[in-house]
């Protein structure tokens, strides 16, 4: 890990500020995280099946879990339905990915009082499924569920030969 793994020590009077709840929070997070990565290993835990619309046009993905290379769990609590018409490949024989990652999304606006900024008071941690042009790199880890081939705006194929799964 790049930055040693430390814990908030609370101690009798100690004003507690909101970057101690985060530290907090964070610890717990890395070391699941860690455990995730070091125990389970990355891949699909269960679910995320890929499959198609009936007139080939649309990628319909299973909800499932997921563990990225960082050991964090992606959540999918719903099916999710990606038109792949309008995507381009890079050649006209390059596969189109089917990936997902994992993503924060602030919910929850906390009410406005003045200097607040517009702050959330909650942060939902889940699952991006999406279609991609290109294999996901390491500038964003994504786990790789499927890749198609189309032909004419079609789907002609999937191949989930890439896809890891975890037992």
Known sequence: MSEPIERVRFVQG???????????QDYHRRMRWLHNRLLHGTGVVTGL???????????QVSPGLAIDEWGRELLSDEIARIAVGGIEAPASDAPLWVVVRWVEEATAPAVPTPGSGGEFTRIRECALVEVQNAAPSGEA?????AAL?????????????GRSILP
């Open 49 to 59: 099946e890929v499959g198609l619309s009936d007139d080939r046009t649309e990628v």
């Open 14 to 24: 100690q004003l507690l500020r909101p970057e101690d709840f985060r530290a907090e």
């Open 141 to 145: 880890p994504a786990l790789v569920l």
């Open 149 to 161: 081939t189309r032909e004419a705006g079609r789907i002609t194929g999937i191949d989930v030969s």
